[in-house]
């Protein structure tokens, strides 16, 4: 298993930029799947995307594709989401999570290593 700690979050304006890192503690974090999900006031829980363990690969959702861009660095066992052109509708807890699946990456079911969350919140 692997342990994750989400930071970075914070307020900004709408249209503005963040970036959340994701830490995890653990000696096999370079063999997961990374990803990351959200959860506004009143919603259930949506995948945002996620990052195949060498970095090769990802995959959004369509409501953050050409704005959210995921990114890891192994050897600093961190995994990154950058979000550019916030919307209000991005105002979420973040979480990011871990996963030894690449098939199903999209179903929170599939992820069975998840942090605690970091509040993103978009003023308008």
């Known amino acids: 298993q692997v342990q994750l700690v989400e930071s970075g979050g914070g307020l900004v304006q709408a249209g503005g930029s963040l970036r959340l890192a994701c830490a995890a503690s653990g000696r096999t974090f370079s063999s997961y799947v990374m990803g990351w999900f959200r959860q506004g006031p009143g919603k259930e829980r949506e995948f945002v995307g996620c990052?195949?363990?060498?970095?090769?690969?990802?995959y959004y959702a369509d409501s953050v594709k050409g704005r959210f861009t995921i990114s890891r660095d192994n050897a600093k066992n961190t995994v990154y989401l950058q979000m550019n052109g916030l919307k209000p509708e991005d105002a979420a807890v973040y979480y990011c999570?871990?996963?030894?699946?690449?098939?199903?990456?999209?179903?929170?079911?599939?992820?069975?290593?998840w942090g605690q969350g970091t509040q993103v919140t978009v003023s308008s």
């Open positions: 999570a871990a996963t030894e699946r690449w098939l199903g990456r999209t179903y929170d079911r599939n992820y069975n290593n």
């Open positions: 990052i195949s363990s060498s970095g090769g690969n990802t």
